[in-house]
């Protein structure tokens, strides 16, 4: 499975986790493999206890895990005492939720290994292109602007972003738009007219 998380790709092989940071652009692609099974867990940051953010903020930046498999069957044992406590809870149920994220975290971090795949040269150029809207979000990204600036035909670029992304550059775009247009919104003495004129 291939994800794309702010402009970045990374390729998953089964076992693999992936850390997807709050409010992060993203988008997955399963490409030519029909058959797979992907575990979502979303985690509300009162579940963290102090003492583990910086192991968190670590795993955030890499975005990749890779366990070995021989400590895959820990770090399953570790999800299934999270959602079972939390399926069956007591008064007691937030504190020990908070242990075992708190171990879980640690344990990823103690165990992650470097990815094991290498960028093609179509995805290279699409990354390049992604990193480049997220971080001109608010100038001009035409089609035919991205094309020129990338040395591509409008229609290979529109045809390989799609399939390279899971979306249209136009939706991408709109995404990444409509994501800082959240960011800026909440932010004191930013104005709706500021915003919109992005």
């Not at 895990?65 to 895959?72: A, D, M, N």
């Given at each position: 499975v291939k994800y794309l998380i702010n402009g970045k790709f990374f390729y998953l092989n089964p076992g693999d986790l992936i850390i997807i940071p709050p409010k992060a652009i993203h988008s997955a692609d399963s490409e030519e493999c029909f058959h797979n099974e992907r575990l979502l867990i979303m985690f509300d940051a009162s579940l963290f206890f102090p003492e583990v953010e910086e192991y968190l903020n670590s795993l955030c930046e890499e975005n990749i895990i890779c366990v070995p498999k021989e400590k895959l069957p820990l770090l399953e044992d570790m999800f299934y005492k999270i959602g079972n406590e939390d399926k069956n809870r007591t008064d007691s149920s937030n504190i020990l939720i908070k242990s075992y994220i708190s171990?879980?975290?640690?344990?990823?971090?103690?165990?992650?290994?470097?990815?094991?795949?290498?960028?093609?040269?179509?995805?290279?150029?699409?990354?390049?292109?992604?990193?480049?809207?997220?971080?001109?979000?608010?100038?001009?990204?035409?089609?035919?602007?991205?094309?020129?600036?990338?040395?591509?035909?409008?229609?290979?670029?529109?045809?390989?972003?799609?399939?390279?992304?899971?979306?249209?550059?136009?939706?991408?775009?709109?995404?990444?738009?409509?994501?800082?247009?959240?960011?800026?919104?909440?932010?004191?003495?930013?104005?709706?007219?500021?915003?919109?004129?992005?």
């Amino acid at each position: 499975v291939k994800y794309l998380i702010n402009g970045k790709f990374f390729y998953l092989n089964p076992g693999d986790l992936i850390i997807i940071p709050p409010k992060a652009i993203h988008s997955a692609d399963s490409e030519e493999c029909f058959h797979n099974e992907r575990l979502l867990i979303m985690f509300d940051a009162s579940l963290f206890f102090p003492e583990v953010e910086e192991y968190l903020n670590s795993l955030c930046e890499e975005n990749i895990i890779c366990v070995p498999k021989e400590k895959l069957p820990l770090l399953e044992d570790m999800f299934y005492k999270i959602g079972n406590e939390d399926k069956n809870r007591t008064d007691s149920s937030n504190i020990l939720i908070k242990s075992y994220i708190s171990e879980l975290i640690i344990y990823l971090h103690r165990y992650k290994a470097p990815p094991k795949y290498a960028l093609n040269e179509t995805d290279l150029i699409i990354r390049k292109i992604a990193e480049y809207i997220f971080e001109n979000y608010d100038k001009d990204l035409s089609l035919g602007m991205l094309s020129r600036r990338f040395n591509l035909s409008e229609c290979y670029l529109s045809r390989k972003f799609k399939s390279e992304t899971g979306s249209s550059i136009n939706q991408y775009i709109n995404s990444v738009r409509i994501s800082r247009a959240k960011d800026l919104l909440k932010q004191p003495f930013t104005s709706i007219t500021q915003v919109a004129t992005l």
